[in-house]
């Protein structure tokens, strides 16, 4: 006890050192960066203005103008985007950065948390690379992505902004569960609880060590073995339970659900978004609309594995089964008007190509272009509780910027090839010229 004292004392003591010795007399402002957009589009409105300049002070946007009204100050960086229609920095809420496309069993069993940092490392790259400046990253091991996101946020890595869940807390037996290996060698998957003291307890748990939001599996997955899509898996109560603990401790809740039942009871339990929802039905959808709770459609990943996934049997049938279904439900939901946020899964297809799933939304499911650019800027940030930092291009939020060949409502698949970079004011990529 005696110990704890004087280290407090003496953390206090530095403390008080370190703020007199960095007090300046005047506090430099930050520096400037005008970007000068050939053309600037308002994801809110749609509106695409020519020649606007965005004038970012150290990783905020600090202005927008017509570039004919902003001059550049001495000391100003200036970035000629003229070419080019700027846009927000996409945003998608479903990813595993800390896992790679690789569904071989026994790949999976040799995946240790130092190969998952690494992965992780790299992923984060490619996904800002391609224009997504945030995530919400719902499933890790070990709390390897609550490290991924420290990195990224001290600039150690380059990386997105994160949100980050730990391990996806599911039963015994379930999709979040381990089962590739038989009772012999006891594996249980990181946020394995049964019942409602111990959900609550892993609640607790995952918040202890880093997780800004909770991700549970209400129903069964296609990649795992031995469990059913359309099952249920946790109960209504136990799902209340979490629900109740997450929101009293300032987490919001994601669950993976693919069944019907699953999608009510997790919806009647008040999570924040619903995953996948491939069998969705009406009472589902009307209970959606009714708490405003997200849809978050993990669609593109279903073309990808048909056309290049190499999957064992056991997970084989179940994407045959979910994909003959999801798209048409899933569109159906949308036209009922249930919120949309953008995510993707990617891992489950490779890291970079996430803005395929808003091709998907467009040319397959018929979504209005700006309406699917909404499920990746602000509806995204309104799930993530982001609102105020990011998701447009606005005065006191970061500076999260990407830039196309041309407008994205005349074509999203455009989308798919970023030019331009920034995130919270640093610039990551530049093939403006
Ligand atoms: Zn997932």
Redesign the pocket.
């Known amino acids: 006890m005696q110990k704890t004292v004087s280290l407090a004392v003496a953390l206090c003591f530095l403390g008080s050192v370190a703020a007199n010795a960095a007090q300046p007399s005047t506090i430099p402002a930050p520096k400037r960066t005008l970007i000068r957009a050939g053309h600037l589009l308002d994801v809110k409105t749609g509106k695409l203005l020519d020649a606007e300049t965005i004038v970012v002070a150290g990783d905020t946007i600090q202005s927008i103008a017509p570039t004919a009204q902003v001059a550049a100050q001495l000391g100003d960086t200036v970035i000629d985007l003229s070419g080019l229609t700027v846009l927000p920095g996409l945003i998608d809420v479903?990813t595993?950065l800390t896992m790679n496309p690789n569904f071989d069993p026994y790949y999976e069993l040799t995946q240790t948390s130092a190969k998952e940092a690494i992965n992780g490392v790299v992923n984060a790259r490619a996904t800002l690379l391609a224009g997504i400046t945030t995530v919400r990253n719902?499933?890790a091991d070990g709390f390897v992505d609550v490290d991924l996101r420290d990195a990224i946020n001290s600039g150690q890595v380059p990386g997105p902004h994160m949100q980050v869940s730990g391990p996806l807390i599911g039963i015994t037996g379930g999709h979040c569960d381990d089962n590739l290996l038989p009772i012999q060698y006891h594996t249980v998957g990181d946020g394995v609880a049964d019942g409602i003291p111990a959900v609550q307890h892993m609640v607790r748990q995952n918040i202890k060590y880093g997780a800004d939001l909770i991700k549970i599996c209400a129903t069964g997955g296609v990649l795992s073995k031995g469990d059913d899509p359309q099952a249920s898996q946790f109960t209504l109560e136990e799902m209340q339970a979490i629900v109740a603990d997450a929101h009293r401790l300032g987490r919001k809740v994601a669950a993976?659900a693919h069944g019907a039942q699953g999608i009510l009871w997790a919806t009647e339990a008040g999570v924040d978004s619903i995953?996948h929802g491939s069998y969705i039905n009406d009472e589902g959808i009307a209970a959606m609309k009714k708490r405003g709770t997200y849809l978050v459609p993990?669609l593109y990943l279903e073309d990808w594995m048909i056309e290049k996934g190499n999957l064992p049997p056991f997970y084989h049938q179940k994407m045959i089964d979910v994909s003959a279904v999801a798209k048409s439900n899933i569109k159906r939901a949308m036209q009922a008007g249930v919120k949309i946020a953008m995510g993707t899964?990617a891992a489950v297809y490779p890291h970079g190509l996430n803005a395929h799933e808003l091709d998907v939304y467009v040319n397959q499911l018929g979504m209005a272009p700006l309406a699917a650019l909404q499920t990746a800027t602000i509806n995204a940030a309104d799930l993530m509780g982001w609102t105020a930092k990011t998701g447009a291009i606005e005065q006191g939020k970061w500076a999260d910027i990407i830039a196309v060949d041309k407008n994205p409502l005349d074509d999203i698949r455009v989308l798919q090839d970023v030019k331009f970079v920034m995130k919270a004011g640093v610039v990551y990529k530049n093939e403006s010229k």
Do not use: F, L, R
């Open positions: 479903h595993h719902v499933g993976h995953e993990t899964d």
